[in-house]
């Protein structure tokens, strides 16, 4: 039997169509020069995947397939798929993804040109699979580098200055073997990258070799775990920074003075900083305002004051969040059915406001006094004296808000 060169690792779990699609991909385009496999590790799914497996292996793809009695969590399912591969050379590729073969191919010959680089990292592709087309790249480089074993000070500068994720890369198996993953405190590339430096040379390639999807071409919007890990993660970023220095200076690779200690931690700061910045724009997207105003108050205490993922929605901030506050105490409050809005002139232009922000189609807004029950009724008025004419009327008094009520705190 031929020495395999390349395994490409599937871990799925009940994503039949998904898998069908990037199956099928393996099958059209991965045509290399030397002999490759796909590994796919079932996470007991009770979906047709099987059948799906079965049925490419019908089409004559190389595939090895496991499938898991008991679903053992994403962790383990991605470990198994990269344990469990045969080849000289191992890559991870999502079951919802694309890689890009010749681009593979290349930096397969990279790897076989120059042995003592453990891993080679690239920059990804976010991809519309309906238009077909890239959308945008994950950080840029502008030339092939390669660091020597060790260098942790360069590698750390590096990845530093260009924002950079190293999450996608081909792994020299000899060297996977032993690099142990952290995954739960500190975000995983940063330290599995310290453990190829600590062992060889690692590289990172100008050209991209991934297509991570955004705009699937089977369901579109779906739920991605890589945007859940954007919007909450950013203490894991920091804290995969901070292994990857402790690693260097445990090697003594980084001579750790006062000084140096306090310029790591401020550049440590400030990525993580950088990813909470994104972070708000994500939930601001997602219309959580009250998340993103969250994160607005802890990017200005770090002291990036324009920050340019903020500065587009700074202007409406204090509003959105204010009415965001208004409809999640109306909404949580047991049994109000009835928002009552007085004072208002644009009563149409407000209330569709506070659905968009989430205000319940359970709860009706009037700026009549109803025959509503006094104690299923919210009341939101414009002038503050008018509070207590509401609440001497019998309303809830802590259901009764004066907009100074919900802003007065929104400091911008």
């Known amino acids: ?195 190829f430096l600590d062992q060889g040379a690692i590289a990172f390639l100008q050209r991209p070799f991934y297509r991570s999807i955004g705009n699937s071409a089977i369901v579109r919007d779906r739920p991605q775990e890589g945007t859940n890990d954007v919007m909450t993660s950013w203490d894991r970023y920091r804290g995969g920074l901070e292994y990857f220095l402790y690693t260097g200076v445990r090697r003594g690779a980084l001579n750790l003075t006062p000084e140096t200690r306090l310029k790591y931690e401020d550049m440590c700061r400030i990525f993580a900083l950088n990813r909470m910045a994104v972070a708000f724009r994500f939930w601001a997207e997602r219309k959580n305002f009250i998340k993103a105003y969250e994160l607005y108050t802890r990017v200005m205490w770090g002291g990036m004051l324009d920050h340019p993922e903020i500065r587009p929605f700074r202007e409406r901030l204090p509003l959105l969040v204010a009415i965001q506050t208004l409809v999640s105490e109306v909404n949580s409050a047991i049994g109000i059915d009835t928002l009552l809005v007085a004072g208002f002139a644009e009563i149409i232009a407000l209330e569709n406001l506070m659905r968009e922000l989430g205000l319940s189609e359970k709860v009706k807004v009037t700026k009549e006094l109803s025959d509503s029950p006094l104690e299923s009724t919210a009341v939101f008025v414009s002038v503050e004296r008018e509070r207590e004419y509401f609440v001497a009327l019998g309303y809830l008094p802590n259901l009764v808000f004066h907009e100074h009520d919900i802003a007065r705190h929104v400091l911008m």
């Open 1 to 195: 039997m031929s020495r395999i060169k390349l395994s490409v690792c599937i871990p799925t779990y009940n994503r039949e169509a998904y898998l069908r699609n990037a199956l099928t991909y393996c099958r059209n385009d991965y045509k290399f020069d030397f002999p490759f496999e796909i590994v796919v590790c079932d996470n007991a799914s009770t979906d047709g995947t099987q059948q799906v497996v079965e049925e490419f292996i019908g089409h004559g793809l190389p595939i090895r397939y496991y499938k898991r009695e008991i679903n053992a969590g994403a962790n383990a399912n991605v470990t198994s798929a990269l344990r469990l591969g045969r080849g000289e050379y191992l890559i991870y590729l999502a079951d919802d993804d694309i890689l890009i073969a010749d681009a593979v191919a290349e930096t397969v010959k990279y790897l076989d040109e120059n042995r003592d680089v453990s891993c080679a990292h690239a920059p990804w592709f976010l991809y519309d699979e309906v238009a077909k087309t890239d959308i945008t790249k994950f950080y840029n480089v502008e030339k092939d580098r390669k660091f020597a074993q060790g260098n942790f000070t360069e590698v750390f500068h590096y990845i530093f200055e260009r924002h950079i994720f190293p999450e996608i890369a081909i792994y020299r198996a000899s060297a996977l073997r032993s690099a142990w993953i952290p995954r739960d405190i500190c975000f995983y590339p940063f330290p599995f990258l310290a453990h």
